[in-house]
């Protein structure tokens, strides 16, 4: 089964100086989002930053897969299994090809195996700085 992604594309909100007793950081607000295609379906990622803290003390600059902002649960699903989860056959990994295989019957453990991979390389590809102005960009 052929697993595809499609390109990038953001909506830019804003920048902000996060004063922290660990230092200063500028925060973007960005959303990213691409599709990755099982075949013939198409399946939303999308990220967002300030999912999480930093440190604690302000919202994290980091995109990451965002569980209420259009991602698709089945990608959403996938994104929390560990490659460990999948190897093993885990309970999580048997319910979430479950998942996989209501949005294309013929799927399979590679399948899944496949959009894991997917996943990991779409977010091993995102730089939040890509997707924010170049006057706003810290050299």
Known sequence: MKITRTSFDSNYHFSQTINSPHGDYV????DVWNHIKIGEVELCAMYQ????????VG?????????DGGTQPLLI?????????????SEDAKSTLELLKKVVPSSDWSTLELLKNALIENGDSLCVEHYVPDDLVKE
């Open 77 to 89: 699903a996938v994104d929390r299994l560990s490659k460990g989860d999948i190897e093993t056959h």
């Open 27 to 30: 925060r973007h607000e960005v």
């Open 59 to 67: 919202l994290s600059e980091e995109l990451e897969l965002s569980e």
């Open 49 to 56: 930053t300030g999912l999480r803290f930093k440190d604690f």
